[in-house]
Each structure stands twice: as structure tokens, then as C-alpha cells.
């Protein structure tokens, strides 16, 4: 079972696609992690990436293709994989599709969490991370038990940069602009569901569930 999964920046996707590896035995792959481990073990493919990222530039899409498809040849992947963050454009799906194609492979599904971008900004900017021991809470769906202090820790608790409301409009500005566009090409090939990620952590993965099959 070769799963994408797709979703506006806080719209949970991640902690699905976490759901998904651990109930049907299959590794849960961000391109991040892909990255850190060719990194840290010296590869060819890892030093190249390293020679961009070291520049804060954009690992090429060609790269982070070849990355991704040399981890979805390892021998956990035999009986599928879900990948969590890639591919991000259209340039990269295609490239994807034709890399598979060529080990006579294919996606099963483009699963879309899906949520309103004004749910997102509220989700995102209810966010409070811990400043000492990096424990985060929401001031909505987990709240500390004294406002503005880590349970933990008792350090204070922070609304970090990337979760104020402008700076996730922004993101979410990007990501229609770039991402958006998956949607329409999943739909053609007859992959994509779409399932309604406004509902809470358990609804929304039984509804992943009845997709992909108990």
C-alpha cells in the first residue's frame, strides 16, 4: 500500500500519517527525515543535499526525487510506505510518477486532510511551546494546567513565530499557490479521497481507515 498524504500546513496530516505506519506495519517517511539520515550516514546522495542545505538553498526537485525513491526501495518498504510532505509541486509528482514507473511501480492513494484555512489559523495560533523543555500544549485541545506555564517543567510557555496567525496565513498562501495543484493531479489519476479533517484525531483516521481497508 504506497500512500501520499496531502494537507494545508496544521491540518494534521503528520499525525495521520504516523496512524496509518502503525496500524498497517508500513514506514512513515518525510522527506526531512530522508535527508537527516543520507546526511548523517555520508552518502553520495546525502552529500549533495548536505551542499545545498548548507547554502539555505532548495534541495533541487531531481535530488529530493532520487532521495526519496533509493528510501522506498529499502526492504521495510515491501509492503508499502506512507509519505508525509512530499511531493510538495507538480514538477516533483510528476518526477515521482515516472520514477516509480520505471521500477514498475505505482501510488495507491493521495489521501487530502482536509480543513478550511480560518480552522487552521485558529488551531495553529491556540499553539504554546514550552520555552525550556520544548513540551507544547493548545489553549483550546490541551491546555496547561496553570495558563502560560509548562506542566512539566513550570518554564514559560510561548506562541512561537511560525504559529502567529500571519506568518501561517503566509504559509497557507504558499502552499495553495504550490500544493493546491496536487489535488487536480491526484484527482485525474484516480487516487486522491479526501476526508474532512476538521473532526477530532480518531474520527478523521477511521475515516483514512474505511479508505484504505482494515
Avoid at 18 to 37: C, Q
Avoid at 82 to 99: H, M, S, Y
Avoid at 121 to 143: D, E, F, L, Q
Wanted: proline share 4%; with cysteine.
Amino acid at each position: 500500500m504506497k500512500i501520499i498524504m496531502l494537507g494545508a500546513p496544521g491540518a494534521g496530516k503528520g499525525t495521520q500519517a504516523k496512524k496509518i505506519a502503525e496500524k498497517y506495519h508500513i514506514p512513515h517517511i518525510s522527506t526531512g527525515d530522508i535527508f537527516r539520515a543520507n546526511i548523517k550516514n555520508g552518502t553520495e546522495l546525502g552529500k549533495q543535499a548536505k551542499t545545498y542545505m548548507d547554502q539555505g538553498l532548495l534541495v533541487p526537485d531531481e535530488l529530493t526525487v532520487n532521495l526519496v525513491i533509493d528510501r522506498v526501495q529499502k526492504e521495510d518498504c515491501a509492503n508499502g510506505y506512507v509519505l508525509d510532505g512530499f511531493p510538495r509541486t507538480i514538477p516533483q509528482a510528476e518526477a515521482l510518477t515516472k520514477a516509480l514507473e520505471g521500477l514498475g511501480e505505482k501510488l495507491d492513494y493521495a489521501i487530502d486532510v482536509d480543513v478550511p484555512d480560518e480552522n487552521i489559523v485558529n488551531r495553529m495560533s491556540g499553539r504554546r511551546a514550552c520555552v525550556s523543555c520544548g513540551a507544547t500544549y493548545h489553549v483550546v485541545y490541551a491546555a496547561p494546567k496553570v495558563e502560560g506555564i509548562c506542566d512539566t517543567c513550570g518554564a514559560e510557555l510561548i506562541l512561537r513565530d511560525d504559529d502567529k496567525p500571519e506568518t501561517v496565513q503566509k504559509r497557507l498562501g504558499v502552499y495553495h499557490e504550490q500544493t493546491q495543484p496536487l489535488i487536480d493531479y491526484y484527482t485525474k489519476a484516480g487516487i486522491l479521497k479526501s476526508v474532512d479533517g476538521t473532526r477530532n484525531l480518531e474520527e478523521v483516521f477511521k475515516s483514512i481507515v474505511e479508505i484504505l481497508g482494515e
